[in-house]
């Protein structure tokens, strides 16, 4: 029963609707016609001449046919109406200026000027009717997007949701790449409205869904404490500017169970990420002590000042940190993430790659390397749309001058 019903306007129903009225009127039989939507006979039958059934009442309650005829757009108020013609139409007979008319109608005169140089007829003469018809057939139509008409185009922002770009970011890089090409920039709801539409084929990985947020339990905390601790109050004033280079914050983030994780690096100005892989059946602080280290051996010493962490007992062996890269280690309060929200907001971008319930032993360290080259080459808004990649580059170079 429900297949005969009338959707709302705009919908799939109404689309298959129209399009079997159509071949009806064009002379198609009625179980051909059903065969060429997609529909039961039964549903073309009762579309084509509607309907009478009973209610819970027993009442008889009749469905009409399907309309064939299609109701008029309703177009803005911003574009002239039929009424609004016949005035102008009359009041030009009059002679009467165009500011004069403007005023009559409340439109801007540059409206009525161009509405009398763009909708006279063939003789020259200016008819509301005419010029109605003739308005008419300059409304813009429906377009079909770039993104389903330009391959090459599609391609290059497929690829680019490919590697976890957001739309935005990917709006800002086609006019950095084709410079030239100006019709390949599109804006950033373009490129959104390319992955919602289902016609179109842009998709990009699919976002990690949040859960519920659980409730936390307050209170004492079990796990024991860190020794010999350097609290965050105490971290220089330096950091927290972002304008020196070589201040780090660091976390885990943990797969199925709490049986696994990976530890990650971000330096706070450029926002640069390290992975750091923490193979399975090793003490994890141990694990992280040399990943950080290991981390921390390349880059000249201008570029590894601080780490800034929370109190996990992975990072144990900070002390020793310390001592084998000079990278002073600093711990957040307890139950204050915000403290080092730079790597926070990196956890969750890496959570596209790594959904919560992962078993992170199976990531290898060259998948963790690869993940770490496809975030850093990202532009990102924060830093005026450059790479964290270009950035320490620069660094790198400024510090071997």
């Known amino acids: 029963m429900g297949q005969g019903r009338r959707r709302r306007p705009g919908g799939g129903a109404t689309e298959k609707q129209e399009q079997f009225i159509r071949l009806v009127g064009q002379g198609v039989s009625n179980s051909e016609a059903c065969r060429i939507v997609g529909i039961n006979r039964r549903t073309g039958t009762r579309w084509r001449y509607g309907r009478t059934i009973h209610n819970t009442a027993g009442e008889s309650v009749h469905y009409p046919p399907v309309s064939t005829t299609r109701v008029a757009r309703q177009l803005s108020p911003r574009y002239l109406s039929l009424d609004e013609r016949t005035l102008i139409a009359d009041l030009h007979c009059q002679r009467e200026t165009v500011r004069a008319i403007a005023e009559a ?5 540059s409206t009525i000027s161009r ?11 200016y008819r509301p009717g005419v010029a109605d018809r003739l308005a008419a ?3 813009p139509r429906p377009r079909p997007r770039r993104l ?3 391959e090459p185009l599609r391609a290059v922002v497929v690829e680019l949701l490919g590697k976890r770009w957001s739309p935005e970011q990917v709006a800002h890089e086609l006019p950095a790449r084709f410079p030239d090409q100006p019709a390949w920039h599109l804006c950033t709801e373009s490129i959104y409205q390319g992955i919602y539409d289902t016609a179109v084929e842009v998709t990009r990985p699919a976002k990690r869904r949040r859960r519920q947020r659980r ?10 404490w860190l020794t010999n601790m350097t609290m965050i109050a105490d971290r220089p004033a330096e950091v927290e500017d972002r304008v020196q280079v070589g201040h780090w914050e660091g976390d885990c983030i943990m797969g199925r169970g709490n049986r696994s994780a990976i530890g990650t690096l971000v330096e706070r100005s450029t ?7 923490v193979p399975v059946g090793t ?10 280290t290991a981390a921390f051996t390349g880059p000249p010493p201008n570029l590894r000042r601080t780490l800034t962490w929370d109190q996990g007992k992975e990072l144990a062996h900070h002390e020793q940190i310390t001592a084998a890269t000079g990278a002073r ?3 957040c309060d307890a139950h204050s993430p915000w403290q080092r929200g730079t790597d926070e907001n990196m956890n969750g971008l890496l959570r596209d790659y790594f959904p919560k319930g992962t078993d992170l032993s199976l990531i290898t360290a060259q998948r963790l390397r690869q993940v770490a080259e496809e975030i850093n080459d990202r532009p990102r808004k924060t830093l005026g749309w450059a790479r964290p990649a270009d950035l320490l580059s620069t660094q790198y170079a400024v510090a071997g001058a």
């Open 105 to 109: 109608l409340g439109r801007s005169p």
């Open 115 to 125: 509405e009398l140089r763009r909708n006279v007829g063939v003789d020259g003469h």
């Open 137 to 139: 057939g300059r409304v």
């Open 148 to 150: 389903v008409v330009d």
């Open 215 to 224: 409730r936390r339990v307050q209170g004492l905390e079990r796990r024991g």
């Open 271 to 277: 926002r640069f990420l390290i992975l750091v892989h």
């Open 283 to 292: 003490s994890r602080a141990e694990a992280i002590r040399d990943g950080v």
């Open 329 to 331: 280690v600093f711990s």
